[in-house]
């Protein structure tokens, strides 16, 4: 809570409507007073606020009763995205969407601005002239959603940022031992505090770091632990996030039949299951499968990655099958080289590491050996390649 932003929101309508100083606060207050309300040098008192912004035909909430109910709507806001509660925080949205606006105009008016993006996922950072009136904790949630995560964690070095912070750095392949360290600090604080589902995903986004690796001992060991948590918390959803991570490294490095074990078992597959799937098939020679799990692959939907981008990785796939020399086919490597291009621009790492090998095939295969020279020494994760 600000007492010092209403200035700010009386600035800026003051200003849209192009509006002296003079003029709005005339048998109010001082111009010197209301100048020093607008920067944030001093508070307002309540009847002078009521006053101003029923002069600017705002409506301004800060009664006991608003203020009790914001404050406890707010409290609970915070509570649930700190501790990673999907599934509270959805429950949360409708009696936010209620009272948002209450408290859009009132002193909880930065919070619920704030919020509002991570209730409702639109995460858009607030207008830059708000900054000079946030807290510690609202500032950080800024840097957030600014993509400034490391400088988040620093303003406010709870488990959520530290979690959110080494999520980041490992999604967009940067040092595995700076992503990794943010997630351990963030699963021993998380502990200390209490924040069990912050731990679950604190683990298992280092059991990622190691998967991204092809690390295949140290993966497990983290889920390990990840499945003990995701069991204990009943989250299904990451749990089959787990397991196909870990047929997915089966499956890169080598390990085929492990890898198709888990993909041929799936009950309900989505498409990258059916993808994986293929792929497994392609490497065992079991052709009929693979064209199969691509067949069912055509007729659905995605949402992770896109449908367009999950279509040309199976497109991919079924190009190899149906062309024995694809290595000699142009539009393969031209669908190729899209696909990986695409995967390095919106998707989390792992997704280019595993079309990274196919990419050096390419490249090897029409002697451009330098062009493969500096993809491996460029790419963020430094992993074994293997391909047969």
């Given at each position: 809570?600000?007492?010092?932003?209403?200035?700010?929101?009386?600035?800026?309508?003051?200003m849209?409507?192009?509006?002296?100083?003079?003029?709005?606060?005339e048998?109010?207050?001082?111009?010197?007073?209301?100048?020093?309300?607008?920067?944030?040098?001093?508070?307002?008192?309540?009847?002078?606020?009521?006053?101003?912004?029923?002069?600017?035909e705002?409506?301004?909430?800060?009664?006991?009763?608003?203020?009790?109910?914001?404050?406890?709507?707010?409290?609970?806001?915070?509570?649930?995205?700190?501790?990673?509660?999907?599934?509270r925080?959805?429950?949360?949205?409708?009696?936010?969407?209620?009272?948002?606006?209450?408290?859009?105009?009132?002193?909880?008016?930065?919070?619920?601005?704030?919020?509002?993006?991570?209730?409702?996922?639109?995460?858009?950072?607030?207008?830059?002239?708000?900054?000079?009136?946030?807290?510690?904790?609202?500032?950080?949630?800024?840097?957030?959603?600014?993509?400034?995560?490391?400088?988040?964690?620093?303003?406010?070095?709870?488990?959520?940022?530290?979690?959110?912070?080494?999520?980041?750095?490992?999604?967009?392949?940067?040092?595995?031992?700076?992503?990794?360290?943010?997630?351990?600090?963030?699963?021993?604080?998380?502990?200390?505090?209490?924040?069990?589902?912050?731990?679950?995903?604190?683990?298992?986004?280092?059991?990622?770091?190691?998967?991204?690796?092809?690390?295949?001992?140290?993966?497990?060991?983290?889920?390990?632990?990840?499945?003990?948590?995701?069991?204990?918390?009943?989250?299904?959803?990451?749990?089959?996030?787990?397991?196909?991570?870990?047929?997915?490294?089966?499956?890169?490095?080598?390990?085929?039949?492990?890898?198709?074990?888990?993909?041929?078992?799936?009950?309900?597959?989505?498409?990258?299951?059916?993808?994986?799937?293929?792929?497994?098939?392609e490497?065992?020679?079991?052709?009929?499968?693979?064209?199969a799990?691509?067949?069912?692959?055509?007729?659905?939907?995605?949402?992770?990655?896109?449908?367009?981008?999950?279509?040309?990785?199976?497109?991919?796939?079924?190009?190899?099958?149906?062309?024995?020399?694809?290595?000699?086919?142009?539009?393969?490597?031209?669908?190729?080289?899209?696909?990986?291009?695409?995967?390095?621009?919106?998707?989390?790492?792992?997704y280019?590491?595993?079309?990274?090998?196919?990419?050096?095939?390419?490249?090897?295969?029409?002697?451009?050996?330098?062009?493969?020279?500096?993809?491996?020494?460029?790419?963020?994760?430094?992993?074994?390649?293997?391909?047969?």
């Open positions: 809570m600000n007492f010092l932003f209403p200035g700010a929101m009386i600035r800026k309508e003051r849209r409507r192009n509006w002296s100083q003079e003029g709005l606060c048998g109010i207050c001082a111009v010197s007073y209301l100048s020093k309300i607008e920067q944030g040098k001093a508070e307002a008192g309540s009847e002078i606020l009521r006053l101003l912004f029923e002069r600017l705002l409506p301004w909430y800060d009664d006991e009763l608003t203020m009790t109910v914001a404050e406890s709507l707010i409290s609970r806001c915070y509570d649930a995205l700190f501790s990673c509660d999907d599934k925080l959805e429950m949360l949205r409708a009696e936010f969407s209620e009272k948002e606006a209450f408290i859009s105009n009132s002193p909880y008016a930065l919070d619920g601005t704030l919020l509002h993006e991570f209730l409702f996922r639109t995460y858009e950072p607030a207008g830059k002239d708000m900054e000079p009136f946030l807290d510690r904790r609202q500032l950080a949630l800024q840097r957030m959603l600014q993509g400034r995560h490391e400088e988040a964690m620093r303003l406010y070095p709870c488990p959520y940022l530290n979690l959110m912070t080494g999520i980041r750095l490992y999604e967009q392949g940067g040092s595995d031992a700076a992503a990794l360290g943010y997630l351990r600090r963030a699963y021993d604080m998380a502990a200390e505090e209490g924040y069990v589902r912050v731990m679950l995903l604190a683990r298992f986004y280092m059991g990622n770091c190691y998967c991204n690796r092809i690390d295949i001992e140290n993966m497990n060991a983290h889920y390990l632990i990840v499945e003990r948590l995701a069991r204990a918390l009943e989250d299904r959803e990451l749990l089959r996030d787990m397991y196909y991570n870990k047929a997915s490294a089966c499956l890169e490095a080598g390990r085929y039949e492990e890898a198709y074990a888990y993909f041929a078992q799936v009950q309900q597959p989505a498409i990258m299951d059916l993808h994986k799937l293929a792929i497994c098939c490497k065992l020679g079991r052709r009929g499968e693979a064209f799990a691509l067949d069912r692959a055509e007729g659905m939907e995605a949402a992770y990655p896109d449908l367009q981008l999950s279509r040309q990785m199976c497109g991919l796939v079924r190009f190899r099958l149906e062309h024995e020399d694809y290595l000699q086919c142009p539009q393969y490597g031209e669908q190729l080289l899209h696909v990986y291009r695409e995967c390095r621009r919106k998707m989390p790492i792992g280019a590491a595993f079309h990274l090998p196919w990419v050096l095939e390419w490249h090897t295969a029409a002697r451009q050996y330098r062009a493969a020279y500096e993809l491996l020494r460029d790419f963020p994760i430094r992993l074994p390649i293997k391909q047969d």
